[in-house]
């Protein structure tokens, strides 16, 4: 390997997914794979151990986030952050802004290739301490945990349980990133391009398809009941049947929401 390669390392939980950005990265060239972590504590000590250049971290992996895991990293031992994810909804602005490169799954070659480009251009820059600061910051606000609390789920190890949804929404309104916790959601529904987001008597409104925003949200909590309408499961308090196939549900703040005929199957997640 020459001396000029980037040493990377690559944190992911999913397997297929470390080896997919690695033969993309290594088709790319000018990069050195010096290791492949699949939870925080594995990828703390690599990262301590072989100071890579560039960490790609996947932002939601059980136990220990990739957001969590920057918190954890002394800035001295702190390579450049690109972050990896799914969700482009996830506060990627924040990143951005933050000095900090993110990639969207599926990886775009192209993509991965300006984000290579973007840690060499920054490497051996006089701002570089700085920007790790910043990201910090950004990194603090969003996750809201403490240093103490993160170390220790880092020490629980329970990489295997946990969920792999996000405990918070990011929502961006006028410039503004709202996180709004999960399990504060009562109800969602569509109005026209937007998701109106109802949670403890606030209504947030966010650009994101249906579709993607289910993907956010644990299925055991939330489901479907309408092509424009996704329920908190434990906000139900009462289900009225209508002679002609549907479904009221009732939540406990007294809102009605009709469950179309073709999501009836749904009825056993409230039973």
């Known amino acids: 390997m020459s001396s000029d390669n980037l040493k990377v390392i690559i944190v ?3 397997p297929l997914a470390r080896r997919g950005l690695r033969l993309r990265l290594e088709n790319l060239g000018g990069v050195e794979v010096v290791a492949e972590c699949g939870n925080g504590r594995e990828a703390r000590e690599q990262i301590q151990t072989l100071r890579p250049d560039v960490a790609f971290l996947d932002i939601q992996m059980p136990g220990v986030t990739g957001l969590e895991l920057v918190q954890l990293l002394p800035k001295k031992d702190m390579p450049q952050i690109v972050f990896v994810t799914a969700y482009d909804q996830y506060a990627v602005e924040a990143f951005e802004v933050n000095a900090v ?3 969207l799954k599926p990886i775009e070659e192209d993509r991965l290739a300006l984000a290579l480009q973007r840690v060499r251009d920054k490497l051996g820059s006089e701002h570089l301490a700085a920007e790790r600061e910043k990201l910090l910051e950004a990194v603090a606000d969003l996750t809201q945990e403490t240093p103490e609390a993160l170390e220790q789920k880092l020490a629980a190890g329970d990489f295997g349980n946990s969920s792999r949804y996000p405990e918070k ?8 990133i709202t996180l709004v916790p999960a ?5 969602i529904d569509a109005a026209g391009d ?3 987001v109802h949670a ?4 947030h409104v966010m650009r994101i398809t249906m579709k993607e925003l289910e993907q956010q949200l644990d299925p055991k909590v939330f489901q479907r009941i309408h092509r424009s309408t996704i329920v908190n499961l434990k906000r139900v308090r009462e289900i009225c049947a209508h002679i002609n196939g549907e479904y009221h549900l009732v939540l406990n703040n007294g809102e009605r929401l ?3 005929r073709s999501y009836k199957n749904k009825v056993q ?3």
């Not at 929404?169 to 503004?176: E, P, T, V, Y």
């Open 200 to 203: 403890n008597g606030e209504t």
């Open 194 to 196: 937007y998701m109106c």
């Open 183 to 187: 399990r504060d959601i009562d109800w």
């Open 169 to 176: 929404i990011a929502i961006k309104d006028s410039g503004k």
């Open 101 to 103: 490169d993110y990639v």
């Open 269 to 271: 997640h409230f039973i």
């Open 258 to 260: 009709k469950m179309s």
């Open 12 to 14: 992911d939980d999913e």
